[in-house]
């Protein structure tokens, strides 16, 4: 008697959403990426020691030749960071991802090149800047999104990420260290916030951010975001809300 055939998968494969930053390259000085960025990780290594980096080079005139590309990735590698994909971009990109055996991930894809004959594509998010402190004047309302809010009603734990696309978030339990929170609108804690929180996910720059206890490893409106240690000791554990004014960020207390 034949033995049975086991027709079981040893792996699943699954898409979803996954929170990777993005490095959008202004000048192709491998040397001064890399110190940056090694800042960077110096400062909040719980938050880049290690993360996952797409490299975007549409912010150049010309797509770079491999031995920068190549020089950026170790670069990079070596401040403490992991180049996993290049954004979309020209067939010259299309190019180099193969020659540093990279994958193109079409949800970066840069603003200025469309498909053949394809619609544009949608704005892509743009890299987090690091934004200057600054006090904060009242709030006006938030930014609505364009469907109904996502609610989640039980506590975000380390490792999770929950997303509302193209809406507000509504996050009715914690959000604990090392879980994430994202919208393309605005987000709404009534827990504590102790891992991540990223309004205005593709760009929104009117989202924001309400937290009734304030503790995060990071916020972010539109990719403009500030890291634990550059947020005020007085604004911990408080009511807070995070916006957008002029290109900064803000923060004020609630209360």
Same mark, same amino acid.
């Given at each position: #008697?034949?033995?049975?055939? +086991?027709? !079981?998968?040893?792996? =699943? ?6 929170? %990777? ?7 192709? +000085? ?5 110190? /940056? #960025? !090694? ?32 020089? $950026? ?12 994909? $290049?954004?979309?971009?020209?067939? /010259? %990109? *299309? ?17 200025? /090149?469309?498909? *053949? ?29 364009? !469907? ?16 509302? =696309?193209?809406? +507000? $978030?509504?996050? $009715? ?15 709404? %804690? ?40 550059? %947020?005020?000791? !007085? ?21």
């Amino acid at each position: #008697m034949s033995a049975q055939t +086991d027709y !079981a998968q040893a792996g =699943e494969l699954k898409f979803g959403q996954v929170g %990777i930053a993005n490095l959008r390259v202004r000048s192709l +000085d491998p040397a001064q990426l890399a110190a /940056e #960025m !090694a800042e960077r990780v110096q400062r909040a290594p719980n938050l880049f020691a290690r993360a996952a980096v797409v490299l975007d080079f549409g912010g150049l005139s010309k797509a770079p030749g491999i031995d920068e590309a190549r020089a $950026l990735v170790d670069g990079l590698r070596a401040a403490g960071v992991l180049p996993v994909a $290049l954004a979309y971009g020209t067939r /010259e %990109i *299309d190019a180099l991802s193969q020659q540093l055996g990279l994958p193109l991930l079409a949800k970066f894809r840069a603003q200025y /090149e469309r498909a *053949d004959d394809a619609p544009a594509p949608a704005r892509a998010p743009e890299p987090l800047r690091a934004a200057e402190p600054s006090p904060a004047p009242a709030a006006p309302a938030a930014a609505s999104a364009s !469907a109904p809010g996502l609610i989640q009603a039980t506590p975000v734990r380390s490792g999770q990420q929950v997303y509302a =696309e193209q809406r +507000d $978030l509504t996050v $009715l339990a914690p959000v604990g260290a090392g879980a994430e929170v994202l919208a393309d609108g605005s987000i709404h %804690i009534y827990g504590a916030l102790r891992g991540r929180a990223l309004a205005g996910a593709r760009g929104n720059e009117g989202a924001r951010i309400f937290c009734r206890e304030f503790h995060a490893e990071l916020v972010a409106v539109a990719g403009h975001y500030k890291v634990m240690e550059d %947020i005020p000791a !007085a604004l911990h554990g408080k009511a807070v809300q995070v916006w957008l004014e002029n290109g900064q960020l803000k923060l004020a207390a609630l209360d």
